[in-house]
């Protein structure tokens, strides 16, 4: 398993190792951001601790993986229902 497949490292790390995975809400790091206009993107600014910046650039690749995973909001929903849908089981 690498970093290739971000998807199957977060599976085997929340599995084997849910101690070691840090999940922090995004929206407590934004410090800045602005909304899509016609002349730029959307962006958002975030405070993230020093450890984990060093490892974002450069590098030869063996740094610890960073993910950004968005849980919308019906999913969030159909955890706290206590009716279970086919397919849930």
Do not use: C, H
Request: hydrophobic letters at 45%; charged letters at 30%; glycine letters at 8%.
């Amino acid at each position: 398993m690498s970093a290739r497949d971000p998807l199957e490292a977060l599976r085997f790390a929340l599995d084997k190792y849910p101690q070691k995975v840090e999940l922090v809400p995004l929206a407590q790091l934004v410090t800045e951001s602005a909304r899509e206009n016609e002349r730029r993107p959307a962006w958002a600014k975030v405070a993230l601790p020093d450890a984990v910046v060093k490892g974002l650039r450069g590098g030869d690749g063996d740094g610890d993986l960073v993910l950004l995973v968005r849980v919308p909001r019906e999913v969030l929903a159909r955890g706290e229902s206590k009716i279970v849908l086919p397919g849930e089981a």
